[in-house]
């Protein structure tokens, strides 16, 4: 299996509080992506990174931030948790050669309340 | 219209059947991958395709670049096989694009 971590894999939060998801990462691959899961939905692309400190938006992004400080971690921040952002976040890694595999992480629960 | 499409959204088959699942995408490629999830699991890659075709044990994996459209093929399909499989493609511009999945369920 790649090395990809999430934390936390489950967390209940208050609707205005602050949250950060980490994802960690030992295969010094340089993309790296946040995605959430909701039912209708599949996947839909938060943001996303091609190296340290170079991150872009993706179709999602709306009260989402995020920061890759170093190659093995990227962390996604709801500033101002929200109802509407509970879901399912995954990561996910790729190398950024094109015809290389894309590796994801087991999946963050986040429920706001 | 979504840029990946998957067909069908859900299907249910008895053991043993040979299941197709369809994918189609609009937007230029550098790859293609099939992914498992089984319910509240994360997500496992199970091929990564930019050509022709894969196999795998009882899973195989087509592509068409010019028709812009991939099939999962699973022989001899089993309960365990239960699972939303996932077309996602890697866009020329490096991002990752997924479809919505397709729900199989092998009844014993």
């Known amino acids: 299996d790649a090395g990809i971590t999430q934390s936390p894999r489950h967390k209940v939060t208050e609707t205005g509080t602050p949250v950060t998801l980490r994802c960690h990462q030992t295969?010094?691959?340089?993309?790296m992506y946040w995605y959430r899961q909701d039912p209708g939905h599949g996947l839909r692309l938060i943001h996303y990174?091609?190296?340290?400190?170079?991150?872009d938006k993706g179709e999602v992004s709306d009260g989402y931030s995020v920061s890759r400080s170093k190659t093995e971690d990227f962390l996604l921040t709801l500033e101002s948790a929200t109802s509407s952002q509970t879901s399912v976040y995954f990561c996910?890694?790729?190398?950024?050669?094109?015809?290389?595999?894309?590796?994801f992480g087991q999946g963050t629960r986040l429920t706001v309340v | 219209k979504n840029e990946v499409e998957q067909s069908p959204q859900n299907l249910t088959a008895q053991e043993g059947e040979f299941i197709t699942i369809n994918c189609s995408y609009s937007?230029?490629?550098?790859?293609l991958h099939w992914l498992q999830q089984h319910p509240g699991g994360g997500i496992v890659s199970l091929f990564m395709?930019?050509?022709g075709k894969k196999k795998h044990g009882r899973l195989i994996a087509t592509i068409n670049i010019q028709e812009k459209h991939s099939s999962l093929h699973i022989t001899a399909s089993h309960p365990r096989d239960s699972a939303v499989y996932i077309c996602?493609?890697?866009?020329?511009?490096?991002?990752?694009?997924f479809g919505k999945g397709t729900r199989l369920h092998i009844l014993p």
């Open positions: 996910a890694i790729r190398a950024p050669d094109r015809n290389t595999e894309a590796f």
């Open positions: 937007v230029g490629i550098s790859a």
């Open positions: 395709l930019s050509s």
């Open positions: 990174s091609y190296g340290v400190k170079d991150t």
């Open positions: 295969e010094n691959h340089r993309y």
């Open positions: 996602a493609v890697s866009t020329r511009d490096d991002k990752i694009i």
